[in-house]
C-alpha cells in the first residue's frame, strides 16, 4: 500500500488546516493512500484507523512529494 | 432540573445515545452534520433534560452549524456535558474533549461504539484515561443499548450530587501559560469574570476561536483585545495544539492495552471497495438512486397508493355523502366535503405510500454510511462547477424536502458555496412534487412511469448544477474549496432507526395535509364555487376559471389549452402538494382515476412534460422561501429565488414544446 508522511502544511488555507488538525494530523503523521480518484478527483486517506476523503491538491501540499 | 449538554465529534452516535436516553427521539443519520440545530429531550422518569448539540471537531467553529455549540456554551452553563467520543478515533476524539474539560464544568467522557474498537484489537484501561483527563470515562454502545443502564444512572442525579471538576490543566509553554494567566487574572479581577471561565476563554480567544473573539470584542474584554497582535504573532495557536497532542498521545500510549484476539472483520474496507471505486462508483451511486425510485414508484409505491385511493373515493367518499345527504345538510356544505375536502386533502393523502418509501430509502443511505461515500464519488463533479462534494447531501436531501435541504447546507465551510447551495436547493424535486408527477405519468406514460419521474429529477440537478455555476462565475467565489469528507464505518441499518427517520421526515407532510392543504382546498373550492355574481354551479363562471383564462395566452406557448392547470399551479405556491388536490377541485372529480382520465384528455405527451418541467422548477413553496430568507438573511435572495425560478421554468416549458412541436 502507498505509505505518506505528512512532511508540511504550509500553504493550506486556514479552514482546511484547522480542520485537518481537528482530525489529528500534523506533521509527521503517517498517511495511508487508500483510493485516489480518476482526473485528479479526491483521494482517500487513512490515518490512525480512520478513513477521510481530500482533494488530490490538497493531499499533494501534505505528502510534499509526487503521489503517484 | 439538571440539564446535560451532549457535546462531541460528527460521527460518534451522539444522536443514536440521545435518542436511547429520552423520551422523544432526534432525527439520526451517519454522515456528518445531520443534528444542524440543538435538540432537547427528557431521560425517562427523571428531572434530567438532555440536549443534542451538533457534532463538531473543536469548539473553533468552521461552518454555521458548529458555531452553535460554542455559542451554548459561551451563553449557558450546563450541570453536566457528557462527551460522547468515537472509541476507535480517540485520538482526535479527545482534542474536542481537552477543550471542554478546561472549562471546568464536570464532564462525563463516554467511548461509545465500544465494539469497533475491540475489534480492532486494542483497548483502554479507563482508570488511567479517567486519572489523566480527571474526569468519568464509561463505554457504551448505543446501537446495542450496552452501557446505557450504567450511564442513565450517572446523569440522573440531583444537580448537587454532581462532583464538580477541576478545569484540566496542560502544561503549555511557559510564554503561552504565562499569557493566558496575566489574561485570565485580569478578567477576574476587572470584569468580575468567574475564573474558570476567564481562564478558558483567555486559552480559547488566543486559539484564535472566531466565536469567542466576537464575544471579547461585543463585551469588550480589554485584557485580551489589547494582547491580540501578540498572541497571533507568537503563533501561540499552534503551540496550543502541539501540547494538546503530544498530550493526548502520551495519554493514549500509557493507556492503551493489546487485546488477545484480533478478528478484525473488514466489512467497511470490503464494502468501500466496490462503492467507492474511483470508475464504478459513480455508475453505482446512479443506479442506487434508480433502485430507490423503482422502489418508491413503481414496486411499492404505487401499488399501496392504488388501494387507499380506492379506499378513501371508494367507501370514504360514498359514506360521507349519505351520512350527509341523511342529516340533511346543505348542498354546498355536502359539496364543499364530499368534491372539497375529501377529494381534494384525500388525493394529497393517497400519496403517502410513496413519500413514505423514498423517505425510508434516504434514511437508510444516511444510517448506513452512504451519504459520506456519495459527497466523494460526486465531489470531482462537483469540483467542475465550483462546489464540493459536500454540497451534494444538502441536494439529495433536497428531494425529501427543500427546506430541510436548505438547513442542511450549514455544514458547508465556506459561506459563498453554501449561498449557492441554498439557491439551487429548490430546483432540487421535492417529494411534494410528487403527487402531481404520479397523477401526470399515470395519464400519459403509463408504461415509463419511473423514467419519466428520474427524468424530471435529473432535469433538476442538471438545471441546480448549471446555475451554480453560473452562480460560481457571478460571486467570483474563492478558488479554494474546503474538502474534507470523513467515511464513517459502516453500519447495518436498525430498523426502528430507519423507521423514526422516516417518521420525522414523513410528518411533516401529514401535517401539512391537515393544515395548509386542507386551507388551501377550501380556498380552491371557493374560488372555484363563487364568481362575480355569487354562488355558480357553472365552475366556467367561477373566480378560478376567470383567474386561468386571464393567464392562458402566457400559459399557450407552453402547451397549456385549458385553465384549471394554470389555477392549479398558482394554489401550488402554498405547498406543492395543493396543485393535485387542486386539480382534483376544478376538474369537479372525486377520485383519482377519472381525473387520470381528464388528463389524458385534455394534454399531449408533449404538453404535459412541458408541463412537469415548469412545475419541477417555478416558485419555492412559502416554506422554502421563508427558509432562503432565514439563512441567508436576506429577503432578497428570497425574492429573487421566486424570480429566478419563474424564468428559468417559463423558458425551459417554452422551449421543450415549441423545439418538440416541430419535432413531432
Known sequence: MNHFMIKQFNGLDTATLQRLHSLGLQVGSDVQAVRFYPFHGPVIIQVDHQRIGIRYQVFKLLTGGDPS | ?664
Open chain 2, 1 to 664: 432540573m439538571t440539564t446535560v449538554a451532549l457535546l462531541g465529534n460528527p460521527n460518534t452516535g451522539k444522536t443514536t445515545l440521545f435518542n436511547e436516553l429520552t423520551d422523544k427521539y432526534a432525527y439520526v443519520g451517519n454522515w456528518t452534520g445531520v443534528t444542524v440545530e440543538k435538540k432537547v429531550g427528557q431521560i425517562r422518569h427523571s428531572h434530567t433534560e438532555v440536549i443534542d448539540l451538533p457534532g463538531v471537531y473543536s469548539l473553533n467553529p468552521i461552518t454555521k452549524d458548529e458555531s452553535v455549540v460554542t455559542n451554548y456554551l459561551l451563553g449557558n452553563s450546563p450541570d453536566l456535558i457528557l462527551n460522547v467520543t468515537n472509541a476507535s478515533q480517540l485520538k482526535r476524539n479527545l482534542l474536542l474533549s481537552v477543550e471542554v474539560l478546561e472549562l471546568g464544568v464536570p464532564v462525563i467522557i463516554t467511548l461509545n461504539m465500544i465494539d469497533d474498537l475491540k475489534r480492532s484489537g486494542h483497548y483502554y484501561n479507563l482508570d488511567t484515561l479517567s486519572s489523566k483527563l480527571g474526569c468519568p470515562v464509561r463505554t457504551t454502545n448505543a446501537r446495542n443499548k450496552e452501557g446505557l443502564t450504567e450511564l442513565r444512572a450517572d446523569l440522573v442525579c440531583e444537580q448537587s450530587e454532581i462532583k464538580p471538576n477541576s478545569p484540566l490543566k496542560l502544561n503549555y509553554p511557559m510564554m503561552v501559560n504565562q499569557a493566558i494567566r496575566q489574561a485570565a487574572d485580569s478578567l477576574t479581577k476587572d470584569y468580575k469574570i468567574d475564573a474558570k471561565f476567564a481562564h478558558w476563554i483567555a486559552i480559547q480567544y488566543i486559539n484564535h476561536n472566531k466565536v469567542v473573539r466576537k464575544y471579547a470584542t461585543i463585551h469588550q474584554l480589554k485584557p485580551l483585545l489589547s494582547q491580540k497582535a501578540y498572541y497571533d504573532a507568537q503563533k501561540f495557536e499552534d503551540q496550543i495544539f502541539e501540547t494538546r497532542l503530544s498530550f493526548i498521545e502520551n495519554t493514549l500510549t500509557t493507556a492503551t492495552e493489546q487485546l488477545q484476539s484480533t478478528k478484525h472483520v473488514a466489512l467497511t474496507s470490503k464494502i468501500d471497495k466496490v462503492v467507492t471505486h474511483p470508475i464504478l462508483g459513480l455508475p453505482i451511486f446512479v443506479g442506487i438512486f434508480y433502485l430507490m425510485f423503482k422502489l418508491s414508484f413503481d414496486w411499492i409505491g404505487t401499488p399501496l397508493s392504488g388501494y387507499l385511493d380506492g379506499f378513501l373515493s371508494g367507501p370514504v367518499s360514498t359514506w360521507a355523502n349519505q351520512f350527509l345527504t341523511q342529516v340533511g345538510a346543505l348542498p354546498m356544505l355536502r359539496s364543499l366535503i364530499v368534491n372539497g375536502l375529501i377529494a381534494g386533502v384525500g388525493g394529497v393523502l393517497v400519496f403517502i405510500p410513496q413519500i413514505f418509501v423514498l423517505f425510508a430509502c434516504i434514511t437508510i443511505l444516511e444510517d448506513s454510511g452512504y451519504m459520506s461515500r456519495a459527497a466523494l464519488v460526486t465531489d470531482r463533479i462537483m469540483e467542475m462547477i465550483g462546489l464540493n462534494g459536500k454540497a451534494f447531501i444538502p441536494l439529495i436531501i433536497g428531494f425529501g424536502c427543500n427546506v430541510t435541504g436548505i438547513m442542511a447546507a450549514r455544514t458547508i465551510e465556506q459561506p459563498k458555496e453554501r449561498l449557492i447551495t441554498t439557491l439551487i436547493s429548490p430546483f432540487m424535486s421535492c417529494s411534494a412534487r410528487l403527487p402531481i408527477y404520479s397523477l401526470f405519468v399515470a395519464a400519459l406514460f403509463p408504461r415509463h412511469q419511473a423514467l419519466i419521474v428520474l427524468s424530471l429529477y435529473f432535469l433538476g440537478i442538471v438545471v441546480a448544477l448549471l446555475m451554480a455555476k453560473v452562480y460560481h462565475i457571478i460571486f467570483q467565489a474563492e478558488e479554494h474549496s474546503v474538502f474534507i469528507v470523513e467515511l464513517p464505518q459502516y453500519h447495518i441499518p436498525r430498523l426502528d432507526i430507519v423507521w423514526h427517520g422516516t417518521w420525522d421526515k414523513g410528518k411533516g407532510f401529514i401535517k401539512k395535509a391537515g393544515t395548509i392543504i386542507f386551507a388551501g382546498t377550501v380556498l380552491i373550492w371557493l374560488l372555484s364555487n363563487f364568481g362575480v355574481s355569487g354562488y355558480v354551479t357553472q365552475i366556467d363562471q367561477s373566480f378560478a376559471a376567470n383567474l386561468g383564462q386571464i393567464l392562458l395566452p402566457i400559459f399557450k406557448p407552453m402547451g397549456i389549452s385549458t385553465w384549471q392547470p394554470i389555477s392549479a399551479l398558482l394554489t401550488g405556491v402554498l405547498a406543492k402538494e395543493v396543485i393535485s388536490s387542486s386539480m382534483m377541485v376544478l376538474f369537479h372529480t372525486s377520485n383519482q382515476g377519472a381525473l387520470i382520465a381528464m388528463i389524458g384528455g385534455s394534454f399531449t405527451t408533449l404538453s404535459a412534460y412541458a408541463l412537469l418541467v415548469f412545475i419541477l422548477l417555478y416558485i419555492p413553496c412559502f416554506a422554502t422561501i421563508g427558509t432562503i430568507k432565514s439563512e441567508t438573511g436576506s429577503a432578497k435572495w428570497a425574492a429573487y429565488s421566486v424570480v429566478s425560478g419563474l424564468v428559468i421554468s417559463y423558458t425551459l416549458a417554452f422551449l421543450i414544446f415549441q423545439i418538440g412541436s416541430l419535432l413531432m
